[in-house]
């Protein structure tokens, strides 16, 4: 028995390097987010910055390590072998839980994550224990076993700090854009020195009470003032830093802001590193001091009550060590921790853009009260003050490209580091785990919306957006709960066998997920998603377009292809795949239609033909991917509603015309990736024989409609075929054809100077 005891010890090791992997990948956001989205300084520097405080934190962590031991649950009611179930329930459901959000790109919480599995399998073994036959106990006496007022106290704690961040956040954000405006840099040097002292000193107590009040070299008379004097040490500090950013920007002309940045990342990290280490190695080394405890008493597993657990233990340093290792290796190589930073970046950014999230009704509806209520509140203020807080508002002409701009200023970067700092301090101070996810996206999205960044082009996708991640959230504490106490059930009667085959199970389930991304994150590069243009001038823009035009050739070719060959086969699957591969196209499409303002806008001087040229050909290209959508649509449908498979001749027949787009899309496709757009010439030339061949085709189906039986849902999808490939091929004949009338080769293209070019 004690065999299978050190078997899952072996496993919750893995586990938690595992953890420690997929979790990092999805707290990143809470300490990255504002210093990628501010640009305040290089992405490596954040990064080493950032690195630093995690391993700091890492560090420091050894007291938070008791919630996983008995912040939920009442150790003392169950036997030895219970508890390994539940840590083992906990630790399998967490990884894959975890992973399923980094997939999605989508930011959770790892605390909520750790609180409701614990529930849920502590409360699946102890109603095992209820109701055994002859334990004589009901489910009032559930109640001995789940440690009622702190779970209770966690998760009210975790759920108040949604609202309370999101309205502090807004709260602080707009008195500071009312104060410094987006024009802060303009503003006398005291503006500045005054918002550092509140900032460094909220970020600085943050660190000390926060991340260093566990450490070993803190003496013990600094811990004493810091306990009985908060008020004091947070007066003096506000006044040194308000001296010291003064100077340092009056006589080293120090970025005062981007100082604010650093420090703050750097103290959200440490607290991220010291708050959430609890949730991935946390369940492990309570496993482990479990597994000595048992061991050393010489009873037997099912006999031995965990009483021991609830004492207080220290964890070892070098655990530690390697657990802040492992984060920061993860911090720099997970492709999924950037995917999920990107989410709440975009979510929060000042300019307008491509949407990630579609809105909703719900998401429509909170839009119009908020508008409403806007309105109320606009007639009831003075008008002065409507005038004086919109000029606060006015933003700086930008000279960079919108694509290249950061996502929120300086001045909001520093808000959101700051008022998260005094949040999580605040819960520190009065003993609450409380979810650094919630707070920082919170407090992210309150300052975004203070800050106008949610106008009525984008607040409708903000929202949606917003709510996803809500939702998403209150999903992970419901599937948490459940999937938990799922696991314990089947590892409490399945034993080493389920054990065994649920080990098996997730680590299929990663690898299956790792390679999804990988795959998927391939194929975003190798399809080369859909350059904007940028050129000043019709030849710039038809040089800059070339990749984009090959690009949607050599896809066009492949989905046009797939659906015929789908279609002849009756292989839904293929089907499925090219409506996804068409659908994709068609937003890539969109996107590049959705550029055209900032194209126009973008222009050194204003340019009618390149302007015209570029709208011209993404409306044949918008009329390329419609005919392909229409193709492949109706093949799926007609095959998924099981109809009556084409006859051979029809097959035959669509098989010849797809040889001949072949040679036509790949003559096309040459041309562009070469920029020999003289072979235009030729591939026009055969437009009367390629439509030729369309118009036969459809005089055969004709014939055969009228002299042979055919199911009328046949000869629909053959005539919508041939009908759309007639459409697909106008629409690429006018592309060549704009294309052909607009190139000069005795003209140099001329391109729009970018921002890097003029400093060298």
Request: no cysteine; glycine share 4%.
């Amino acid at each position: 028995m004690e065999n299978l005891y050190i078997y899952m010890l072996a496993a919750l090791a893995f586990l938690a390097v595992a953890d420690l992997v997929v979790g990092v990948s999805n707290d990143a956001v809470n300490f990255l987010n504002s210093a990628i989205g501010s640009k305040a300084v290089s992405f490596k520097t954040i990064m080493i910055v950032a690195s630093i405080g995690v391993a700091v934190g890492a560090m420091t962590s050894s007291g938070m390590m008791e919630v996983a031991r008995k912040g939920i649950f009442n150790p003392g009611e169950f036997m030895f072998n219970e508890i390994m179930v539940i840590f083992m329930a906990v630790m399998l459901t967490d990884i894959l839980l975890l992973d399923f959000f980094n997939t999605l790109g989508l930011p959770t919480s790892t605390t909520v994550s750790i609180v409701f599995e614990l529930l849920g399998a502590s409360v699946a073994v102890a109603m095992i224990k209820i109701y055994s036959d002859d334990s004589g106990q009901n489910i009032i006496d559930l109640a001995n076993y789940i440690n009622n007022s702190k779970a209770i106290e966690i998760i009210l704690g975790i759920l108040l700090s949604v609202v309370v961040a999101f309205t502090i956040g807004a709260i602080i954000q707009y008195i500071s854009r009312i104060l410094l405006t987006f024009k802060f840099e303009e503003k006398p040097i005291w503006y500045s020195a005054i918002f550092s002292g509140f900032a460094v000193t909220s970020i600085m107590y943050f660190i000390i009470v926060k991340g260093l009040k566990n450490a070993a070299f803190m003496p013990a008379s600094v811990k004493e003032f810091l306990s009985a004097h908060p008020m004091t040490f947070i007066g003096l500090s506000f006044i040194a830093f308000t001296i010291l950013s003064y100077l340092a920007v009056k006589i080293f002309n120090a970025k005062i802001y981007t100082i604010i940045i650093v420090i703050g990342t750097f103290a959200l990290a440490v607290a991220f590193a010291g708050n959430d280490l609890v949730n991935f190695i946390g369940v492990p080394i309570a496993a482990y001091n479990s597994y000595e405890v048992w061991s050393a008493s010489g009873e037997l597993a099912t006999n031995f009550a965990m009483v021991d657990l609830s004492k207080p233990v220290q964890t070892e340093p070098y655990l530690l060590l390697i657990a802040g290792l492992i984060m920061v290796l993860t911090l720099w190589f997970s492709s999924k921790a950037k995917a999920v930073v990107k989410t709440s970046v975009d979510l929060s950014r000042q300019s307008e853009g491509k949407e990630r999230f579609e809105p909703n009704f719900l998401s429509r509806k909170i839009v119009r009260l908020t508008i409403g209520l806007s309105e109320h509140i606009d007639n009831v203020l003075p008008e002065s003050y409507k005038k004086w807080t919109n000029n606060q508002y006015i933003k700086p002409v930008s000279l960079v490209k919108a694509q290249d701009a950061p996502a929120f200023d300086l001045v909001r970067a520093a808000v959101n580091l700051m008022v998260a700092s005094v949040l999580i301090s605040i819960a520190t101070s009065m003993k609450l785990p409380l979810s650094t996810t919630y707070v920082t996206f919170m407090v992210a999205m309150g300052t975004s919306l203070a800050d106008r960044a949610w106008g009525s082009e984008s607040a409708v996708y903000r929202v949606a957006g917003v709510l996803n991640v809500i939702g998403g959230w209150f999903f992970t504490a419901f599937s948490a709960f459940m999937a938990a106490a799922i696991m314990a059930i089947i590892l409490f009667y399945g034993g080493a066998y389920a054990l065994t085959g649920l080990l098996i199970l997730a680590v299929v389930l990663l690898l299956k997920n790792y390679l999804s991304h990988r795959k998927s994150s391939q194929v975003m590069r190798e399809e080369d998603k859909l350059q904007k243009a940028e050129s000043s001038s019709t030849q710039g823009v038809i040089y800059e377009s070339a990749s984009t035009i090959a690009s949607v050739v050599k896809r066009g070719n492949r989905i046009y292809t797939s659906a015929i060959n789908g279609l002849s086969t009756q292989n839904l699957t293929v089907l499925k795949k090219n409506k996804k591969q068409i659908n994709k196209l068609s937003l890539e499409i969109d996107e590049l239609r959705d550029n055209i303002f900032y194209f126009i806008k973008n222009l050194e001087e204003p340019s009618l033909s390149a302007s015209n040229f570029y709208i011209n050909i993404l409306g044949h290209l918008q009329d390329i991917t419609q005919s392909l959508e229409n193709i492949s649509k109706v093949s799926h449908k007609h095959v998924n509603n099981n109809h009556k498979k084409l006859k051979f001749s029809q097959i035959k027949e669509l098989k010849d015309l797809d040889q001949q787009l072949e040679v036509l899309f790949k003559s096309t496709q040459d041309a562009f990736e070469s920029h020999s757009f003289e072979e235009i010439e030729a591939i026009l030339n055969s437009r009367t024989e390629v439509f030729n061949i369309v118009k036969e085709k459809i005089q055969r189906q004709v014939e055969r409609t009228r002299s042979e039986e055919l199911s009328p849902k046949n000869t629909t999808l053959y005539f919508n075929l041939l009908l759309e490939t007639k459409d697909l091929l106008s629409a690429i004949m006018d592309l060549l054809e704009e294309y052909f009338n607009s190139h000069d080769s005795k003209v140099k293209p001329a391109t729009v100077t970018k921002p890097e070019d003029k400093k060298e």
